[in-house]
């Protein structure tokens, strides 16, 4: 299987993001991606069953990026290879009058997954240091003091069990304008139409900065950020899909071998009852 693994982040560091890549390598064809999707999808499938049956360890994925970035059609194309009783996707909107009159990862916390689960986060705890920090929402004194709180809440995930991934989709200002026009003369897409999209396009530059700061900030071995070239949907599916199949595989082994536990107690215990 050809390695389809955007930029990862592991360690705390000052990515440039405007170096970094939004379309995908040379020598990829759309029609080569569709293929290995495919393959990828049907695994990412069984790996999902087999963390689902082991119940060893839940799955986190937060998706960010800018408006129009595709964090809805990631979250598609991750539905269609997966068991949808085990997967809850979790949208982050602006924060009701309840969720903020309690600390910022209250909401966060209560979604995150169980063991043999899997939480998708469409938007996330991080627009506490994005939209929170362009915008002005709150003094600066407080949400600087978000990336510590922020690493300290994902290191607890991580010790308790949680497999994290968090999944930058990263498109050029240029591939943004062409979505948003898109939207305004597809009627299919009218509905997505929104005024502040284009408001907030006028912060660019404040939000690749915010980018920059928590993808750089907030990151470690456990936690990491993966890049993503979005501009292209067909290979930032590619990426997702194949860095979270990747990422399960580690613990293919461990898992079989549970079951296969679970499966000899099963056994013993039936081997007990009189079956007439
Ligand atoms: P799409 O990208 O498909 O248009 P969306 O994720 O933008 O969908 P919306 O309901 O349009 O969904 O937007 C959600 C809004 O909520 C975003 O503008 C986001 O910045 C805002 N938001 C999320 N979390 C917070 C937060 N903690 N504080 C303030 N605003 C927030």
């Known amino acids: 299987m050809a390695n389809h693994k955007g930029f990862w982040l592991t360690e705390p560091s000052k990515p440039e993001l405007s170096k970094l890549p939004t379309l995908p390598p040379k020598g990829i064809t759309k029609q080569e991606a569709l293929v290995e999707m495919e393959a990828l999808g049907k695994r990412l499938e069984e790996l999902l069953d087999l963390l689902y049956s082991a119940g ?5 994925v937060v998706l960010q990026g800018m408006d129009t970035s595709g964090k809805d059609g990631t979250i598609r194309q991750i539905l269609t290879h997966s068991n949808a009783q085990s997967l809850k996707i979790c949208p982050f909107k602006v924060p009701t009058p309840l969720e903020l009159s309690h600390d910022f990862l209250w909401r966060v916390h209560s979604q995150v997954p169980a063991k043999g689960n899997i ?6 705890h991080y627009e506490d240091v994005l939209v929170v920090r362009v915008r002005n929402l709150v003094p600066e004194e407080k949400w600087s ?6 690493n300290h809440f994902e290191e607890l995930l991580a010790n308790n069990d949680t ?23 597809d009627v299919t897409k009218a509905w ?9 396009r006028a912060y660019w530059d404040d939000y690749q900065e915010a980018y920059e700061a928590a993808l750089g900030q907030c990151v470690s ?6 890049v993503v070239p979005s501009d292209k949907k067909w290979y930032r599916n590619l990426v997702v899909v194949h860095t979270i199949v990747e990422s399960l595989e580690r613990f293919e082994k461990e898992w079989l071998k549970e079951l296969n536990r679970i499966g000899e107690i099963a056994k013993a215990e039936l081997g007990q009852i009189p079956r007439e």
């Open 221 to 226: 071995e456990k936690a990491p950020w993966i």
């Open 145 to 150: 003091r978000r990336y510590d709180s922020i």
């Open 56 to 60: 060893q360890k839940g799955l986190l």
């Open 192 to 200: 997505k139409l929104n005024v502040a999209d284009w408001k907030e």
């Open 119 to 124: 939480s998708v986060f469409n938007r996330s």
């Open 163 to 185: 497999i994290i991934l968090k999944f930058f989709l990263h498109i050029s200002k240029e591939e943004q304008k062409e979505r948003l026009l898109e939207r305004e003369q």
